[in-house]
Nanobody
Framework: QVQLVESGGGLVQAGGSLRLSCAASGLAFSRTAMGWFRQAPGKEREFVGRVNSSGGITTYADSVKGRFTISRDNAKNTVYLQMNSLKPEDTAVYYC???????????????WGQGTQVTVSS
C-alpha cells in the first residue's frame, strides 16, 4: 500500500522557518519524483515545488523561490520542504505527492499525503 505521511507543520510568526517532512512507503521512492503543493481556504491547490528522483533537479513556484528548498533522502524514503522567511500568505495545508514524471500539475501525481497545516501569523 502506497502511503505518504507529512509532518512538521505548525504555527509560526512571519519571518520564521519550518521544515516539513514527507515519509513514503510502499513505492519505489528512489525512482519517484516528488512534489509539494498547498491549499489555502477557499483556494485551489497550487504547486509549490518539485524534485526529481535523484534530488538533483528542483523547481519552485515563483511565490516561494528563494525562500523554500526541497531536498530528499532516498535512504530514508523522505522528502523535505524547508521554508524560510515565511509570510502570512504562505498559510495553507501543505501536501506532498508522488509522480512518475516531473510535473507542476496536480493531475500528474498519483498519490498524496493527508496534508499538514502551516499557519503564519503576522
Amino acid at each position: 500500500q502506497v502511503q505518504l505521511v507529512e509532518s512538521g507543520g505548525g504555527l509560526v510568526q512571519a519571518g520564521g522557518s519550518l521544515r516539513l517532512s514527507c515519509a513514503a512507503s510502499g513505492l519505489a521512492f528512489s525512482r519517484t519524483a516528488m512534489g509539494w503543493f498547498r491549499q489555502a481556504p477557499g483556494k485551489e491547490r497550487e504547486f509549490v515545488g518539485r524534485v526529481n528522483s535523484s534530488g538533483g533537479i528542483t523547481t519552485y513556484a515563483d511565490s516561494v523561490k528563494g525562500r523554500f528548498t526541497i531536498s530528499r533522502d532516498n535512504a530514508k524514503n523522505t522528502v523535505y520542504l524547508q521554508m524560510n522567511s515565511l509570510k502570512p500568505e504562505d498559510t495553507a495545508v501543505y501536501y506532498c505527492a508522488a509522480s512518475w514524471v516531473l510535473s507542476t500539475s496536480p493531475g500528474a501525481y498519483y498519490t498524496w499525503g493527508q496534508g499538514t497545516q502551516v499557519t503564519v501569523s503576522s
